[in-house]
């Protein structure tokens, strides 16, 4: 559909893919270079800047990769959140599937044979088969980044620098993936198409029922009850600090649009000044 091209090409301009002209600019022809969603793509690459490329090539494999949470069959429910609050990162969805990787990837090291994997991924309700892909998608991204000569920076995770880092990274491609919560009960108002959502019963703020107010999310999905998939928080602050001016001044009103606002001014009251003067 015409309107569903014309958002493609606003999409990829706001993420500094195409030139003046329409055409792929120099980054934007970097980043079709991965066989990825443009905002991953836009993320990957800017974790070279963040120092966290093994971090968010985890996470880029594992969300392009099949769900990897099993549903839990009847009456095993409160097991299965059991287990996967084992996982659970008080940072978000996207630190928690890194921790989810990195165990299988060490439970298969420790195994004699296949079938002690899959009996790891069976006892934590976690599917093999998304786990193994995700292992592949994780593989073949490395052999990209080696090919156009990209850095790959030493794994960090679990230090506060690196946490900060990833959501940086994050927020570099997913800026217009942002939703709030207006009533402290859970209800998500998107910035920019205005749709309220709910956290994904498989998220771990979910499962440990805390409601973060501000979000950065993966995928938003009608289907499945308007819920909102993959989340993490962010803070205004860093949403301010990071998110394209002129993207940001597209949106439609709202309140949380001038509680970001507020932010951005007391950032740089200089040069808001400027602006307001202009």
């Known amino acids: 559909a015409p309107e569903s091209l014309m958002q493609a090409l606003e999409d990829l301009d706001y993420l500094a893919a195409l030139d003046n002209d329409g055409n792929l600019s120099e980054f934007g022809i970097i980043m079709s270079e991965f066989p990825l969603d443009p905002q991953l793509s836009k993320s990957l690459l800017a974790s070279c800047e963040f120092e966290c490329v093994d971090e968010m090539l985890t996470i880029a494999a594992m969300v392009t990769a099949p769900n990897c949470f099993l549903h839990a069959p009847p009456g095993t429910e409160e097991i ?8 659970s990162h008080p940072a978000g969805d996207h630190f928690t599937l890194i921790n989810i ?63 900060l880092n990833i959501k940086k990274a ?59 998939r993959v989340v993490s928080e962010i803070s205004p602050d860093l949403f301010a600090e990071l998110v394209p001016q002129y993207y940001f001044s597209n949106l439609p009103p709202s309140e949380s649009k001038d509680i970001l606002q507020g932010v951005i001014n007391h950032l740089s009251p200089v040069s808001t000044t400027k602006e307001e003067q202009k």
């Not at 299965?80 to 996982?87: D, E, I, K, S, V």
């Not at 790891?120 to 990209?144: H, K, N, Q, T």
């Open 101 to 163: 990787f990195n165990a299988f990837k060490e439970a298969s090291v420790s195994s004699t044979n296949q079938g002690d994997t899959e009996k790891w991924c069976r006892d934590y309700f976690l599917s093999c088969p998304a786990l193994r892909m995700a292992g592949i998608i994780r593989a073949e991204l490395v052999e990209i980044m080696k090919r156009i000569e990209l850095p790959i920076s030493q794994p960090d995770f679990g230090s506060k620098e690196n946490a």
């Open 80 to 87: 299965a959140l059991t287990c996967w609050r084992r996982f």
């Open 170 to 228: 994050l927020l570099s491609g997913y800026f217009m993936h942002i939703a709030r919560d207006v009533d402290g009960s859970g209800n998500y108002l998107m910035l920019t198409h205005r749709q309220v959502a709910q956290l994904h019963p498989f998220s771990s703020y979910y499962n440990t029922r805390r409601i973060p107010e501000w979000v950065l999310f993966h995928e938003f999905s009608i289907s499945e009850d308007n819920s909102i």
